[in-house]
């Protein structure tokens, strides 16, 4: 009990710095834009499968953590550019697109890549010794590159003036745009980074996990638990959620199934919008 206990935290760790990375981009563009970006689980999975094929026919595995978040990062400006500038960034129109949005990437890369999964052999293979198991010492450096990751996205967010831009517009769109700041032009880039940190989430952890045509599901639906808890627009609340609740997921596996772990985490879900609408960590306006 106690080898799955400590097996359970390690692997909770490891994906919830994965998975604050991606639910760091869903809390960006919503805080900033209002936009409730209901494809951005297929630009994960498209990232991992952009890793895939550059790792097997464009350069290797360290090529396609370059290449995939610059090629969905690209894709996100024209999603933004050609769909959700012209829609005004309104609430119930961008939800309806991007649920378009997620019907052709998820249909696109079937057509292409195909239904079944495939798997990606980690760059690094190697052990690290644990008191009765042995645990995979590239899940380590993933959560070691994820939280290095999270600390230059924080540090870009509040401590250079393209964060403050986004911190402006955040609080007031008006008043920012009168004092200067290129607010279409930030709400551009922070979507695009928001796509490129999905595909970086993406192409760091495919070598843990199958990279297929429906992985953006399970991407989607553990970003919008830990955005709703960690409190809708808040980037610290989304952070501490979203190494939280994998964590308490992977510690409940220790035991229960991974799906009752899940149930829990839906069930938190649920208690934290019947009593706390804006999160446990935020609040209305919050950043």
Known sequence: METQ????????VVFGLVVALIALGLSLIFGLMGVVNVAHGELFMLGGVITWYVTNYFGGYYAALLLAPLIVGGIGLGIERSVLRPLGYKPDTTIIATIGILFVIQHSVLIFFGPAPRNIAPPIDFLIQFPGFGYSGYRIIVAVAALLLLTIIWGVVYKTNFGLYVRA?????????????????IYALTFGLSSALAALGAAISAPLLSVYYLAGLDALVISFIVVIIGGLGSLRGTVLAAILIPTMEGVATAFVTPTEARIISLLLLVAVLVLRPYGLFGRKGAS
């Open 5 to 12: 206990l400590l097996l359970g935290l390690l692997n909770g």
């Open 169 to 185: 517009c955040q609080q007031n769109r008006e008043i920012a745009t009168t004092m200067g700041v290129p607010v279409i032009r």
